[in-house]
């Protein structure tokens, strides 16, 4: 299987923000890359999307409705 990694530029318009922000972003090790240089990281799409993914904030009826079952209600 071929896996089709995508540069920096890329990731970021991927992700809507700006090269800055997502070599800021990797500096923390906040998001999912490969270092090929110091400044050359590579990144799948399919990691981005986990990423993406990672961040959703439920709904407060989604919690409510977590919290009643955790409840046995």
Same mark, same amino acid.
Do not use: W
């Given at each position: *299987?071929?896996?089709? %990694? =995508?540069?920096? $530029?890329?990731?970021?318009? %991927?992700?809507? =923000?700006?090269? /800055? ?9 906040? =998001?999912?890359? %490969? ?5 050359? %990281? ?17 709904? =407060? @009826?989604? *919690?409510? /409705? @977590?919290?009643?079952?955790?409840? $046995?209600?």
């Amino acid at each position: *299987m071929t896996k089709n %990694y =995508i540069h920096a $530029g890329e990731a970021a318009q %991927y992700l809507g =923000i700006s090269k /800055d922000t997502l070599y800021k972003k990797c500096q923390k090790r906040e =998001i999912p890359f %490969y270092a090929m240089s110091k400044r050359n %990281y590579l990144f799948l799409p399919s990691e981005l999307d986990a990423f993406i993914a990672s961040l959703r904030v439920a709904p =407060i @009826d989604d *919690m409510a /409705d @977590d919290m009643l079952q955790r409840l $046995g209600k």
